[in-house]
């Protein structure tokens, strides 16, 4: 078996399409291999807040949370993107890390791999 590699997802867009839908799955499915950490960027950290996302028919992405919390992935929202927003999340049951540009450079900075969104 392969080692398993450092791979962040990063969701810099908003979550009205199906982009956060796809990345979620995505990462979910390599987390099962792989060591994840799925940050989300700029408008991105909406995603993270408690909007319907069936009243325009996009599939909910409870389940992509749920799941990349039980397999150990490290689920972040930028802070500056979080306070200029003035946004809340909603309580997913998995801890969201709140961390700053600076941070979640060095995250970038020692992963093997980078998927954006």
């Keep these: 078996m392969a080692k398993k590699k450092n ?3 990063i969701l810099k867009s908003n979550p009205f399409s199906w982009k956060a839908f796809e990345a979620l799955r995505q ?5 099962i291999e792989h060591r994840i950490t ?14 319907k996302p069936q009243l325009i028919g ?3 992405i409870d389940k992509s949370i749920e799941s990349l919390g039980m397999m150990n ?3 972040v ?3 500056e993107a979080v306070r200029e927003r003035g946004i809340l999340f909603k309580d997913w049951g998995v801890e969201i890390h ?20």
């Excluded at 990462?27 to 987390?31: E, F, I, P, Y």
């Excluded at 799925?38 to 909007?51: A, N, P, Q, R, S």
């Design 98 to 117: 709140i961390k700053d540009k600076d941070e979640i450079c060095d995250l970038v900075k020692d992963a093997e791999v980078v998927i954006t969104w």
């Design 7 to 9: 791979i962040v997802f």
């Design 77 to 79: 929202a930028e802070k």
């Design 27 to 31: 990462a979910v499915g390599a987390s």
């Design 73 to 75: 992935a490290e689920i």
């Design 58 to 60: 996009i599939e909910p």
């Design 38 to 51: 799925f940050i989300f960027l700029k408008d991105g950290v909406y995603t993270l807040t408690d909007w």
